[in-house]
C-alpha cells in the first residue's frame, strides 16, 4: 500500500530570497539571477537532518522551463525530497519554499486581484 502524504511550503518575495542569500557568494547570486530572467522559479530546500553538521543548509535550484534543473513546470509538480543531482546525495533536503516563475507570480496577482 502506497500513502500520500502532503507537505507545506511558503511562497518567498524577491525580499525573502533576498535576504535568504545574503551570505551567499556572487557568483551563486549571478546564477539565480540569471534564472528569474529566463523566467523561472527557484525552489529552496532544506537540510532536515538533525544530526548532521550540515544541517539548515539550503540549496537552491531552478524550475519552470526546459533549461532548468528540476524538469518540472509549476511549483505544484516539485518534489518534497530533493531529488539527487550532480553527483550529490540530497535524501535530507526538504522543500522550505519556492519562489514562484514569472508566470506562477502573474496568475497568483491577478487571483489576488480578482478576490478583492
Known amino acids: 500500500m502506497s500513502i500520500e502524504v502532503g507537505y507545506a511550503y511558503a511562497r518567498w518575495t524577491a525580499e525573502e530570497l533576498n535576504t535568504a542569500l545574503e551570505d551567499t557568494d556572487k557568483d551563486s547570486i549571478l546564477i539565480l539571477e540569471r534564472w528569474i530572467d529566463r523566467g523561472d522559479g527557484v525552489a529552496i530546500y ?3 537532518n538533525l544530526g548532521s553538521p550540515d544541517g539548515g543548509h539550503r540549496k537552491y535550484v531552478s524550475y519552470g522551463s526546459p533549461a532548468a ?3 518540472v ?6 518534489p518534497p525530497r530533493l531529488p539527487d543531482m550532480g553527483g550529490q546525495i540530497n535524501w535530507a533536503y526538504m522543500l522550505e519554499a519556492v519562489y514562484f516563475t514569472k508566470a506562477e507570480a502573474e496568475e ?3 487571483a489576488a486581484k ?3
Open 108 to 110: 497568483a496577482d491577478a
Open 69 to 71: 534543473q528540476l524538469e
Open 46 to 48: 532544506q537540510n532536515k
Open 114 to 116: 480578482d478576490t478583492e
Open 73 to 78: 513546470e509549476t511549483h505544484l509538480d516539485l
